[in-house]
Structure formats: structure tokens, C-alpha cells
């Protein structure tokens, strides 16, 4: 694993996303997983943007979503499809049937979860995972006590999600009480993990994930399994990490991250 602190929450993402379209430059058929919340946004406007300045292509692209609300409809203002529709999808000439989210609407949810798993070995595996994090540590839906090897699943939320993202939902819909999820063991298998977190309030869980002991009570520390794994944070999300001065260094030195070192372009 390694961690790159950027100096506020709009470099982070546009860190994240400079890695994604370099990858996809390299390689135009790139699976990427995706992931949804407020972090992402910025993510997202950053990825718009290149796509516009500077002709980063998606028209090869294959996406997957490593989540969505049970219930709710594509149409729904609140579904994660419609988020990244929103957001991303439809400002991006990528083919709409190359962008995969799970159906939370299916008739045999199971199934459903099943069909998924199999959608993304079919399509070669995950290149890219982007990834948030809750504040009580999970990554996609894997709540509590999921399972290090969990595969795309029902999950059923946790009161803390319940509670942190309720404000996303308008007064018209009540917020669903399950979600199917990829499994930690899917995000596991993807070539590489990118996780970004930004702001005060997640300082604690980032330096529960990343220099924590591996538990399945915080299904992000599964992480520190995957052999690449990219974990950028602005100053306020670093705050109480231990070893901030060796990250510092790393970013600062390795020849892997020149590139990187440089980059202002507010979104
Ligand atoms: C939801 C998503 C997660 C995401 C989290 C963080 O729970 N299922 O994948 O990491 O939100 O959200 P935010 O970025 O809004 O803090």
C-alpha cells in the first residue's frame, strides 16, 4: 500500500483522476470500477474535464459500479445509477452499454449478484478500482463483519450508513435499507486499488484503514492485502496518520510520481 497526501481535497481528486486517464490512455479498453458519494464528485468533474480539454477517450471503456440501493430504480433521482449518469456517463462519449451497475430492481437479487460476478470475468476482470470510504470504514456496502473473500452480495446497511447518507435522499424516497455490493474479495482481485478520502471527519478511519490491524469489522484494512494499492488523502484526512512524514517522502522523491508532483488545475 502506499499513501499520497495532496494539499486539499481538490488535488487529491485530481490526482485520481490524472491516474485513470493515464492508465486509460495506455490502454482504451480499460475496465475500471467506479464508486459513487460526495468525494467522487470532484473525481468525476476532473475526468469531464480532460475529457474535454484534452480528448481522454471512453468510447472503449467498460465500467462497473461497485454498488446500488436495492429498490430503487434507474430513474430514481437517488440511485447510484442516475448519480453517475449525472455525473459522469453522460458527459463522456462512453457507450451506455459498456457502463455496468447492479440492478437493484431485479426480480432474483441473487441472481442478479451472480450475473455481475460473472459480467466482470467475462470482460477480463477489474483494471482500476476507485474507491471511497464510510466513515465507519467500509468500502462499496461491505459493512461490518463482511467477509475478507465476500463476493458481489445483499448487504444489509449498517446504522452509521443509514445515518451518513440519508441526506443524500430526498424527502420523496425512503432511503433503502439494503444494497447489493461487490464483495471485498472482487475489489480484492482487481489489478489495482485507487481509494481516496478527503476532509477532517474521515482522518480516524483512514488511519484505522491503512495503518490499523486487518479486520473484517473495517472492511477497508482489507486493502493492505491487495499488491497495489494507492491510497491519497488531502492534509485534513491525513491528520492521524502515523507515518505521514515517510508518505510525504515517497511522493516527494520516487520517480514513479514526477509526473504527478505538479498538477493546479482546479475543477
Ligand atoms: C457510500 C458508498 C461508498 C462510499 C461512501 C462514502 O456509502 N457506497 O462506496 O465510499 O458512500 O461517501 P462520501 O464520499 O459521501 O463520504
Redesign the pocket.
Known sequence: MEVIIRPNADAAAQLVAQIIAHDLRANPKLVLGL??????ESVYCHLVRMHRESRLDFSLCQTFN??EYVGLAASDANS?RHYMDELLFNEVNIDPRNTHLPDGCAADLDAECAAYESLIKRCGGIDVQL?????AG????NEPLSALMSRTRVKALAPR?LA??AP?FDVSTRMPRR?I?MGVGTILESGRCLLLATGAE?AEIIAKAVEGPISSMISATALQLHPHCTVIVDEAAAGALAEQEYYRWIFENEPEWAAYRHLATPC
Open positions: 464508486a459513487t458519494g460526495r468525494t467522487m461497485l454498488d447510484y474507491l471511497g470510504i464510510g466513515r467500509h468500502i462499496g456496502f450508513t451518513q447518507n443524500q444494497a455490493t474521515k
